[in-house]
């Protein structure tokens, strides 16, 4: 494959910003877990074979290399390898070997619910020096069990308690809904007694599971209230962490409307900008959790989607103001909080997100 025209890209992005692409790179749809609040609606999608991983990278370097020749020869690509669950994929670690060997142009990390990282796994990923693991923690033992299996606690903190005995840095990362945010207080204690790096959580997103359940959104998406309810806990509990002088733990408030309750920068969708998605057939989304497709890299490069849709064009617009953001004061810093909630809810990226405070109401 010709991976991109040079010249024409220089052509249409001599005056755009030069940034360190991350690539969301979903591997498989297939999974040993059956979340209540995933995102996926089958687990069908094996995946491609090594060859063609190997393809996806190359393109990915490609980009890389691309934003290198516009000035800043040491920008560093990111991939993020998740699924389904990675671990299950065929030809996974030969993947990781090969991305490991190109570490001059990429980091790499891995999302996982890490029921299946044992000591063997942890001396392979020790000896690929990954960026981070992050794993998925949805409460006390209780609840957590009862989003995403029986046993599933048990395996996924035996498996923290692994990583960091190797001093691999682990993120948890916290789903909240309607039934499980008021715990986040306990996953914060969880990750504290564990010695995870960081923890950090974002709204469900009503898509696969999330929607096809028996379960109303009105039963698992936070509402206004809820969600500054929510940021306000966060709020506590990274006060705690900082003040604990025995825990490395740290809260990151980094997430759509979390600024109005932190000391963080004000976070804004990258989506389509330094963020892009690739599912498991080769279909380049935005965001995974906003499901437009763009393309597919094996049917055009990666760079050329990049830079020619006009959905994702339009996404990396900095003129565009979300409807009822017009008259706030971050709307050119925020720029309409979390895009997939919006679209989610509305069938519109280009709406309020629906648990903003500020701003008028859109419907």
Known sequence: MKYF??????????????IAPHLQWHLTDKCNLRCSHCYQDDYIEAGTDLDKMLDILEQFKCLVLFFRDQG?????????????????KKGFYELLVEINRLKEYF???ILTNATLIDIVWVQKLKSLNPKYIQVSLDGDKNKHDEIRGQGSFEKSTKAIKLLRSANIRVLVSFTATKM?????????AICRRLDVNFLWSDRLIPEGNAKSKNISENEMLLNKEETNQFFKLMRYEADICKKDKNSVTRIRMHRALQFQYSDDNIYRCVAGETLITIMPNGDLYPCRR????????FENSLASIYFESPFLRKLRDKNTTSLGCEKCEH????????????????????????GCLLGKEVV
């Open 5 to 18: 025209d040079l010249s024409k890209l220089i052509f249409s992005t001599k005056k755009k910003k030069v």
């Open 72 to 88: 800043k020869p040491n920008i560093k690509g990111h991939i993020t390898l998740t699924g389904g669950e990675p671990l299950v």
């Open 107 to 109: 980091t790499f990390s």
């Open 180 to 188: 499980n945010y008021l715990l986040f207080s306990s996953v914060s």
């Open 290 to 297: 906003m499901p437009v497709k763009v393309g597919n890299v």
């Open 331 to 354: 709307n050119k810093s925020c720029r309409g909080g979390l895009k997939c909630l919006s679209y989610a809810t509305y069938g519109n990226a280009y709406k309020k997100d629906p």
